[in-house]
């Protein structure tokens, strides 16, 4: 028969995954930290294609031109 597992090891194994998930996020490179802000970008500009009535325009076209316009981070500066 299994042995139900503690709760106190389930909190700290919990915790620990968290505690690690969290470091990678801030170790993360800027262009990995950057991209939940383009994808969410990316979908609305794709909404906005697709609501504008472009019944011209293919699926292909309409994601190419989301993608041209979400671009990268439009925080960064070009020196």
Not at 12 to 25: E, G, Q, S, Y
Not at 26 to 39: E, I, K, M
Request: hydrophobic share 45%; glycine share 8%; charged share 20%.
């Amino acid at each position: 028969m299994k042995r139900e597992a503690q709760p106190g090891r389930k909190k700290a194994k919990l915790l620990a995954t968290l505690a690690l998930a969290a470091t990678f996020v801030w170790s993360a490179p800027a262009p990995v930290r950057a991209l939940p802000a383009t994808a969410q970008r990316f979908v609305n500009y794709l909404g906005s294609l697709e609501g504008a009535g472009q019944e011209k325009l293919s699926l292909w076209d309409r994601v190419t031109y989301s993608l041209v316009l979400a671009g990268g981070n439009p925080k960064r500066q070009s020196s």
